[in-house]
């Protein structure tokens, strides 16, 4: 069983190759791009294994097919940048790691929020040049705060409890509600109009879908207390970037802690350092003092690297043997 890895790193190589002891797959690692001008190197391999800032468009996986490609093992939870309908149509398998650890992304976001709140990275900088003053540095309590939770799914929920832990008011907002398990909490779920306008902090862990592409949107911000936050490691889509740009420009909004951003797929994981950032909305997001912004990193603990490495290779094994597939995104 020959795969083709696409867009990985060190830690998906270390990873992978750890976990492809318990089933021996013949694995080549690819650091560049799933798209339209490199889809022809999947010619020779049974199964291509993609990630989230790979393209999986209709031309994509029409080449994909005539490559010989049956099966395509997304090594991500989303599936969104996948042409569900194309892929049924061509008759290609699309499995996806559905679990591995929503604990990594929900911490991630309390990171950003607490980073965010408390001004870690201006102190950081700070003494790390011998400069130990504190003016600017002034925080705000998470106690008495209300969340709203956009998205009550496996992240959500684990958001929700670890914020209820610092004695915030949760509110949440979810299509498909869990009134149990919110009862269960003392949680309320509200309307989004009042969610977006009782947050204190709105921590975005719905999916992008058509329904949910810019569901943080002018209308949606100007609802939103001025000092509010939002910390969004769900999809970059989720937000409209330059309302959220204007709304900070006329501070209106208190600040925003991005794991993602709608066009991150030519940046992210990748180095462009010495290099020249073209992208003015994603440069003009780095400039406010009030955004943090880190690279798609909320997955990236050791725990959530092997469940991924051992999932994905399991859902591959699963193809191959003709079993039942449980992680097929239909
Ligand atoms: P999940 O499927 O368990 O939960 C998603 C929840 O969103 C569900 O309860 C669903 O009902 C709800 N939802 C769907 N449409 C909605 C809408 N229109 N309005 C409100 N809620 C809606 O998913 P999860 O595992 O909790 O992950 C959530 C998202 O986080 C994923 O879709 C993915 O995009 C993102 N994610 C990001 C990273 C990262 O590294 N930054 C890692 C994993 C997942």
Known sequence: MKIAFYDTRSYDRDAFTAANKNFLFDIDFFDFHLNEKTAF?????????????????????????????????????????????????????????????????AEHAVALLMSLTRRIPQAYMRTRTGNFTLNGLTGRDLFGLTAGILGTGKIGKIMAEILSGFGMKIELYDVYPDKDWAASHGFEYVMLDKLFKDADVLSLHCPLTDGTKHIVNDKSLALMKNDAVIINTGRGALIDTRALVNALKR????????????????????????????????????????????????????????????????????????????????
């Open 41 to 105: 190197s999947a010619k020779g391999y049974d199964v291509v294994c993609a990630f989230v800032n790979d393209t999986l468009d209709s031309k994509v996986l029409h080449i994909l097919k005539d490559c010989g490609i049956s099966l395509v093992a997304m090594r991500c939870a989303g599936y969104n940048n996948v042409d569900l309908k194309v892929a049924a149509e061509l008759g290609l398998k699309i499995v996806r790691v559905p679990a591995y650890s929503p604990h990594s992304v």
């Open 251 to 330: 501070r209106e909004i208190g600040g925003a802690g991005l794991d993602v951003y709608e066009e991150e797929s030519k940046y992210f994981f990748d180095d462009w350092s010495v290099d020249v950032i073209k992208d003015d909305t994603l440069a003009r997001l780095m400039t406010f003092p009030n955004v943090i912004i880190t690279g798609h990193q909320a997955f990236l603990t050791t725990n959530a690297l092997s469940a991924i490495a051992d999932v994905t290779l399991g859902n591959i094994r699963d193809w191959m043997n003709g079993t039942a597939l449980a992680n097929e995104v239909k």
